[in-house]
T-cell receptor, first 116, second 116 residues
Framework: AQTVTQSQPEMSVQEAETVTLSCTYD???????LFWYKQPPSRQMILVIR??????QNATENRFSVNFQKAAKSFSLKISDSQLGDAAMYFC?????????????FGKGITLSVRP | KAGVTQTPRYLIKTRGQQVTLSCSPI?????VSWYQQTPGQGLQFLFE???????NKGNFPGRFSGRQFSNSRSEMNVSTLELGDSALYLC???????????????FGSGTRLTVV
């Protein structure tokens, strides 16, 4: 079974600074997807960024980028130029490549606060 | 385009009662997945429905059940409620089973269930 670990329960960053959120996972599969989701107080999970394991290039979405290290099974999220609206819980998630096992496996999440 | 709609947003039930939660996916989406979110266990997969058929099921007791209608709307039912069933229940929709090839899911804002 796959597991996702987010070892830091909380992090804080100064507005306009850069912060990196860590995530490690365990799987015996070679093809899979990885995601970062954001959950603000509105409770809705919002997709921040996704990465296909077969792609070596790290995904980037505006101020958000990932550092995907497949051999180390590490998938960290870097937020540049942090904004007050980035304050939320962030979840790392794994999904098998094959549709037969279609569920998302989430880490415990990390609460990010942004200091003005 | 309307998002994923979950009703009701809040619910208080008494131990031993049963409850039904509703999820209307994005128009054109045929897959609906359900997740339970608690502070202790985090986000856990309940089940996925695609074209009215259950495609995948998590490790929850039989008191948790669901169904999907021909218009893709889904309901989940919990019978004989226990205090430990208090949680945020999130549903997520996607075009195809398994998150549309890695493009992830669109989540609703959840139903907060409190069992007293």
């Amino acid at each position: 079974a796959q597991t996702v670990t987010q070892s830091q329960p909380e992090m804080s960053v100064q507005e306009a600074e850069t912060v990196t959120l860590s995530c490690t996972y365990d799987t015996s599969e070679s093809d899979y997807y990885l995601f970062w989701y954001k959950q603000p107080p509105s409770r809705q999970m919002i997709l921040v960024i996704r990465q296909e394991a077969y792609k070596q290039q790290n995904a980037t979405e505006n101020r958000f980028s990932v550092n995907f290290q497949k051999a180390a099974k590490s998938f960290s999220l870097k937020i540049s130029d942090s904004q007050l609206g980035d304050a939320a819980m962030y979840f790392c998630a794994y999904r098998s490549f094959t549709g037969a096992n279609s569920k998302l496996t989430f880490g415990k999440g990390i609460t990010l606060s942004v200091r003005p | 385009k309307a998002g994923v709609t979950q009703t009701p947003r809040y619910l208080i039930k008494t131990r031993g009662q049963q409850v039904t939660l509703s999820c209307s996916p994005i128009s054109g989406h045929r897959s609906v997945s359900w997740y339970q979110q608690t502070p202790g266990q985090g986000l856990q997969f309940l089940f996925e429905y695609f074209s009215e058929t259950q495609r995948n099921k998590g490790n929850f007791p039989g008191r948790f059940s669901g169904r999907q209608f021909s218009n893709s709307r889904s309901e989940m039912n919990v019978s004989t409620l226990e205090l430990g069933d208090s949680a945020l229940y999130l549903c997520a929709s996607s075009k195809n089973s398994g998150g549309s090839g890695g493009y992830g899911y669109t989540f609703g804002s959840g139903t907060r269930l409190t069992v007293v």
